[in-house]
C-alpha cells in the first residue's frame, strides 16, 4: 500500500492556471502508472492523465493541450499543471498509483469560477 497525499487546490479564475501535486509515502521509481483523476458533483470519478514510469502519457480529450502531467521519481511526487481553466474543470481531483490493485489519495478541491 502506498499512501498518497495531493497538494494545491483552490479557487482559480477561468483561464487561470494551478499546479497540483500528488506526494507518495514509498519510492514510485517501480510503479509504472501514475495519474490524475477528477469527479465532479454529480458524475463519475473520470481519468485525467497518466504517465507511465519511462514517461509516456496519456490525457483525456477535454484537458487536452492545456493541462500536462509531469513525475519526479527523486521526489515520489507527481504533478499535474493545468492552464487555460474552464468552469467545467471544477472536480475534486484525485491522485492514482498503479501498485496492489490501485491506491488513491484523499483528493483536493479545484473550483473554476469568476
Known amino acids: 500500500q502506498v499512501q498518497l497525499v495531493e497538494f494545491g487546490g483552490g479557487l482559480v479564475q477561468p483561464g487561470g492556471s494551478l499546479r497540483l501535486s500528488c506526494a507518495a509515502s514509498v519510492s514510485i521509481f517501480s510503479i509504472n502508472a501514475m495519474g490524475w483523476y477528477r469527479q465532479a458533483p454529480g458524475k463519475e470519478r473520470e481519468l485525467v492523465a497518466l504517465i507511465t514510469r519511462r514517461g509516456s502519457t496519456n490525457y483525456a480529450d477535454s484537458i487536452k493541450g492545456r493541462f500536462t502531467i509531469s513525475r519526479d521519481n527523486a521526489k515520489n511526487t507527481v504533478y499535474l499543471q493545468m492552464n487555460s481553466l474552464k468552469p467545467e474543470d471544477t472536480a475534486v481531483y484525485y491522485c492514482?498509483?498503479?501498485?496492489?490493485?490501485?491506491?488513491w489519495g484523499q483528493g483536493t478541491q479545484v473550483t473554476v469560477s469568476s
Open positions: 492514482y498509483a498503479g501498485l496492489d490493485g490501485g491506491n
